[in-house]
């Protein structure tokens, strides 16, 4: 039998996923020198939110360190313990373990018993050692200690129905200071009128606390949409302290004044006094005059029952309806290709409606691409972490600096960009940064900066890594290929193809083998998963001033504008994001530069031209090049070149189709797509193509690809 909880189990580890980034994000700010009220009561949420969904599964592991945790991080919500760098080291520590125990509850083991026990120790010697003189404590809150509140707590039956208990809260609450409680009864029904899943029972609290408002709407956060919260001052109301409301039931409600200091255990809120319910003839209950704050708490509380700004979908079924999206753009492909065909008129209605339809279709496609698109802020979130990791490893002080979080690409893209991310920046402090000690000695701050920046670009998203050290060391790496046999001593290359040099396998400019380079493995890799891609990498290098790495990415996995061409009697497609312009040459503009190349002149300087056809190796004769149609491209690095094919028949949007996974890899080309008549179009890898002419000459046993 299937568990019924199963599905809120499910969603409740989703949510441990957010409050873990969350957490993680808050400490980074905080170990930033960020640890305002804001920051920390974030962070504080994070456990809470965790703590308490947990108490709900019985996992009783995660709730004990959560509880620790949360403990330590009161400590410097109230001020008596100070966000030191060493402190925030701990915390920082703690989210690991607390994220390994969250997994391990998920998937049904048993976490690092002894690393739990060690972290459980650091934070309970943080927090019973960390207290200030009270000169020296800063209230992180208005609310003075002693402060008294009234509070009023009427759960609706969603929040019954979601498995949340009342008692569990009121004693939550009650660890905040000390409290009296009063049962509201008044709207309980005869036994024949009760609803089993009804909700008639509500509570009022005097809470002495040294907590602000915000600590007490924490207790309540799990189940704030499904209950209504009034927290208030006593002399907010309208009634004095001591005054006494009784209900026409025979309730009794009165309005605490402010407690005395008491020595009691402030956790055994079950032990509160209960006003007792005594059956008198009195005036109806009276109604407190209503405050704004209390009617636009009560305003959220109905607007959030009534409207849901999210839901969650299973990928699978997100990925299925993309697919589906793809055939219909194909299959309208098709339609619009049999009307072509037979010559219906553009004016006539079923050209009109065919017209209406595609521009449906295009509107369907971009609304369903947008449901995958993301942030790339879960990428950049992972990042501070490594750096502050490889920094200490390396004995570098390093600052990252992020832009551009908010850029959203597909999800299949974020997925797959982590790891070239995560080598390019480990090797920009490794390799890119020099020691505090010869920053210094170069007029330098000790502390060097990578800056991780994402921007859209030309229907591409653009990722740049870049740091302010000493650049590459051309003759070193040049020194290392001629060691390395990868090129012969007299070679003479530019600083391009220098820079290049770096991506070969096996090659590695570091001294002696660490556990963060020296193997030979790591940009290698990350040039074949960017390709893997559709993507390219360049490099920007300046001696003494630092290296930029730039990424470029298509948004997505699935669909691409491209310029529909023949070359060579086949159909082609070339990714509209390269192109820069058409034209169509002249012959006075053509000069060969050797036997297999010529140039354009192009508005003052010259552009090497590429025949499609025969550089894929689909005719032995180059095509004159006044006879054919020009495309300027841009390709790795902003070079330039000019692809020469036969005609332009359009710009279409197509589905991507993996050549790899349904065929095999082959030489120039990033993948197909099927066109409207039915026949297999290969899309063009424009970088390949340049440079594959910019290095060598086309072989003469170039394998034919055959597109149909």
């Given amino acids: 039998m299937e568990d019924p909880m199963a599905e809120i189990r499910a969603t409740f580890f989703q949510e441990c996923d957010e409050q873990l980034a969350a957490l993680e994000a808050g400490l980074l700010e905080m170990e930033g020198g960020t640890a305002d009220a804001e920051t920390v009561n974030a962070v504080f949420r994070a456990v809470h939110s965790m703590k308490g969904g947990a108490g709900i599964f019985s996992l009783d592991a995660l709730v004990r360190f959560a509880h620790k945790f949360e403990t330590a991080l009161d400590k410097v919500r109230s001020g008596e313990l100070v966000a030191t760098p060493a402190v925030v080291g701990v915390f920082l520590r703690a989210a690991d373990v607390l994220s390994d125990?969250?997994?391990?509850?998920?998937?049904?083991?048993?976490?690092?018993?002894?690393?739990?026990?060690?972290?459980?120790?650091?934070?309970?010697?943080?927090?019973?050692?960390?207290?200030?003189?009270?000169?020296?404590?800063?209230?992180?809150?208005?609310?003075?200690?002693?402060?008294?509140?009234?509070?009023?707590?009427?759960?609706?039956?969603?929040?019954?129905?979601?498995?949340?208990?009342?008692?569990?809260?009121?004693?939550?609450?009650g660890r905040l200071g000390t409290m009296k409680?009063?049962?509201?009864?008044?709207?309980?029904?005869?036994?024949?009128?009760?609803?089993?899943?009804?909700?008639?029972?509500?509570?009022?609290?005097?809470?002495?606390?040294?907590?602000?408002?915000?600590?007490?709407?924490?207790?309540?956060?799990?189940?704030?949409?499904?209950?209504?919260?009034?927290?208030?001052?006593?002399?907010?109301?309208?009634?004095?302290?001591?005054?006494v409301i009784t209900g026409d039931n025979g309730f009794k409600f009165e309005f605490f004044a402010p407690l005395p200091e008491v020595e009691e255990d402030a956790g055994a809120v079950l032990e509160a006094q209960v006003t007792a319910l005594e059956p008198e003839h009195h005036e109806p209950l009276l109604a407190p005059p209503k405050h704004a704050a209390v009617e636009a708490i009560a305003a959220k509380a109905e607007s959030a029952t009534t409207v849901s700004a999210t839901i969650r979908v299973d990928l699978d079924r997100v990925d299925r309806m993309i697919?589906?999206?793809?055939?219909?753009?194909?299959?309208?492909?098709?339609?619009?290709?049999?009307?072509?065909?037979?010559?219906?008129?553009?004016?006539s209605g079923v050209a009109m409606a065919l017209e209406e339809l595609e521009h449906l279709t295009r509107e369907i496609q971009d609304s369903v691409m947008a449901i995958r698109a993301q942030p790339v802020r879960?990428?950049?979130?992972?990042?501070?972490?490594?750096?502050?990791?490889?920094?200490?490893?390396?004995?570098?002080?390093?600052?990252?600096?992020?832009?551009?979080?908010?850029?959203?690409?597909?999800?299949?893209?974020?997925?797959?960009?982590?790891?070239?991310?995560?080598?390019?920046?480990?090797?920009?402090?490794?390799?890119?940064?020099?020691?505090?000690?010869?920053?210094?000695?170069?007029?330098?701050?000790?502390?060097?900066?990578?800056?991780?920046?994402?921007?859209?670009?030309?229907?591409?998203?653009?990722?740049?890594?870049?740091?302010?050290?000493?650049?590459?060391?051309?003759?070193?790496?040049?020194?290392?290929?001629?060691?390395?046999?990868?090129?012969?001593?007299?070679?003479?290359?530019?600083?391009?193809?220098?820079?290049?040099?770096?991506?070969?396998?096996?090659?590695?400019?570091?001294?002696?083998?660490?556990?963060?380079?020296?193997?030979?493995?790591?940009?290698d890799v990350v040039r074949q998963s960017v390709q893997a891609l559709g993507g390219r990498i360049s490099i920007s290098s300046r001696p003494g001033q630092g290296s930029t790495f730039t990424l470029s990415l298509p948004l997505t996995l699935a669909v691409l504008d491209g310029m529909v061409v023949s070359a060579g009697g086949h159909t082609l497609i070339i990714p509209l994001g390269a192109i820069v312009e058409t034209l169509k040459p002249q012959a006075k503009d053509v000069f060969p530069l050797d036997r297999d190349t010529n140039l354009l002149a192009l508005r003052g300087g010259y552009?090497?031209?590429?025949?499609?056809?025969?550089?894929?190796?689909?005719?032995?004769?180059?095509?004159?090049?006044?006879?054919?149609?020009?495309?300027?491209?841009?390709?790795?690095g902003g070079v330039r070149a000019v692809l020469l094919v036969d005609a332009?028949?359009?710009?279409?949007?197509?589905?991507?189709?993996?050549?790899?996974?349904?065929?095999?890899?082959?030489?120039?080309?990033?993948?197909?797509?099927?066109?409207?008549?039915?026949?297999?179009?290969?899309?063009?890898?424009?970088?390949a193509v340049v440079r594959n002419a910019r290095s060598e000459s086309v072989r003469s046993d170039a394998v034919v690809v055959e597109a149909s």
């Fill in 378 to 523: 879960s990428v950049f979130q992972r990042m501070p972490r490594l750096v502050r990791e490889v920094a200490a490893q390396t004995g570098k002080q390093v600052r990252l600096v992020t832009e551009g979080e908010g850029t959203e690409v597909d999800k299949t893209v974020i997925e797959r960009i982590t790891d070239p991310l995560t080598h390019m920046i480990r090797n920009a402090i490794d390799h890119g940064l020099e020691s505090p000690e010869k920053r210094v000695a170069a007029g330098k701050a000790e502390e060097g900066t990578v800056k991780l920046t994402a921007l859209h670009r030309s229907g591409r998203i653009v990722l740049e890594v870049s740091d302010d050290g000493a650049g590459i060391n051309r003759a070193r790496v040049k020194q290392k290929a001629i060691e390395n046999g990868v090129i012969a001593p007299d070679a003479q290359l530019t600083e391009d193809e220098i820079d290049n040099l770096i991506f070969l396998p096996g090659f590695s400019t570091a001294a002696k083998i660490s556990d963060i380079s020296g193997r030979g493995v790591g940009m």
């Fill in 607 to 636: 552009v090497p031209m590429i025949d499609v056809a025969e550089n894929l190796g689909y005719c032995e004769d180059p095509i004159e090049p006044e006879q054919g149609v020009a495309l300027l491209v841009e390709g790795e």
């Fill in 648 to 687: 332009i028949h359009g710009q279409r949007q197509v589905v991507i189709k993996s050549l790899e996974a349904n065929y095999r890899a082959v030489p120039g080309i990033a993948a197909a797509t099927v066109m409207g008549d039915g026949r297999v179009a290969l899309i063009l890898d424009v970088d």
């Fill in 323 to 347: 697919d589906l999206v793809g055939e219909l753009v194909i299959n309208e492909a098709m339609l619009s290709q049999r009307v072509l065909e037979a010559g219906i008129a553009r004016a």
């Fill in 101 to 173: 125990v969250v997994h391990a509850a998920q998937e049904g083991s048993t976490a690092d018993e002894g690393r739990i026990s060690a972290l459980v120790v650091e934070l309970e010697r943080i927090s019973d050692s960390g207290a200030l003189p009270a000169a020296e404590s800063a209230p992180t809150s208005e609310a003075e200690p002693g402060t008294a509140w009234d509070i009023v707590f009427a759960p609706r039956a969603e929040m019954y129905a979601k498995a949340n208990e009342a008692a569990l809260l009121l004693r939550e609450l």
């Fill in 181 to 243: 409680v009063a049962l509201d009864a008044s709207k309980l029904p005869e036994l024949n009128e009760l609803d089993p899943e009804g909700a008639y029972l509500s509570w009022k609290i005097a809470l002495e606390t040294d907590c602000d408002e915000e600590a007490i709407r924490g207790v309540f956060e799990f189940v704030e949409d499904d209950c209504e919260l009034t927290v208030s001052r006593p002399e907010e109301h309208g009634f004095a302290p001591g005054t």
